[in-house]
Each structure stands twice: as structure tokens, then as C-alpha cells.
């Protein structure tokens, strides 16, 4: 079975940094799993972040966060990073991390099979 964990979420300022961590646990090579970051503001739908194909080679962003976050992973620690720079009140949600096998466009949450449960981002003005 294959879980997903986040951490790293918390309370920061405008203009603030936060790295948050998504290691996963189970089923296949990890080096084998695309991740993707999600995020979902109260009352809000569930919105693309960005995402890292299973070599690390590509990367997508959305064209909110294109500048300010970087994701990443280390595939000897099964984990992928999203750093998060010049954080803004608008990036206030939760943000969880996903597996998926088989992506074309990284950016739909259909295309991933497992979820964590996800780390509450909250920037402050």
C-alpha cells in the first residue's frame, strides 16, 4: 500500500519562505512515481501547484507560483520538496502531495493515484 506523508506547512509572514516535504511510503520504486503538489483554499477548488516527472528531468508550475516555488526530489529518500519563497496571503491553503504512474500533463489531479492528506500553508499579511 502506498502513503503519502507531508510536512513542513505552518504560519508565515508575507514575503516569508516555507519548505514543505512529501516522502512516500510503499508499493513501487519511488523513482518510478511522478509527484505532484495540489493546494485547496476554503471554498475554493482544488488547484495545480506544480509537479516533477520521476527522473527529475521536467517540472511544470502553475503560472501563480512560476518564480517563487521550486520543486525537487531526492529519490534516495523517497521524497520531493516544494520550496516556497515570497509567500503571499493568496497562497493560504492546504497543500498535499500526489503519486501517479502515467501522466501527459502533470496537472490534473485524475492523473495521479495517490494522495496525502495534506499541510496547512497559512500566510499572514
Known amino acids: 500500500q502506498v502513503q503519502l506523508e507531508e510536512s513542513g506547512g505552518g504560519l508565515v509572514q508575507a514575503g516569508g519562505s516555507l519548505r514543505l516535504s512529501c516522502v512516500v511510503y510503499?508499493?513501487?520504486?519511488?523513482?518510478?512515481?511522478?509527484i505532484g503538489w495540489f493546494r485547496q483554499a476554503p471554498g475554493k477548488d482544488l488547484e495545480f501547484v506544480a509537479a516533477?516527472?520521476?527522473?527529475?528531468?521536467?517540472?511544470y508550475y502553475a503560472d501563480s507560483v512560476k518564480g517563487r516555488f521550486t520543486i525537487s526530489r531526492d529519490n534516495a529518500k523517497n521524497t520531493v520538496y516544494l520550496q516556497m519563497n515570497s509567500l503571499k496571503p493568496e497562497d493560504t491553503a492546504v497543500y498535499s502531495c500526489?503519486?501517479?504512474?502515467?501522466?501527459?500533463?502533470?496537472?490534473?489531479?485524475?492523473?495521479?493515484?495517490?494522495w496525502g492528506q495534506g499541510t496547512q500553508v497559512t500566510v499572514s499579511s
Open positions: 500526489a503519486a501517479g504512474r502515467v501522466a501527459i500533463s502533470f496537472q490534473r489531479a485524475y492523473e495521479y493515484e495517490y
Open positions: 516533477i516527472s520521476w527522473n527529475g528531468r521536467s517540472t
Open positions: 510503499g508499493g513501487r520504486q519511488f523513482s518510478s512515481w511522478h
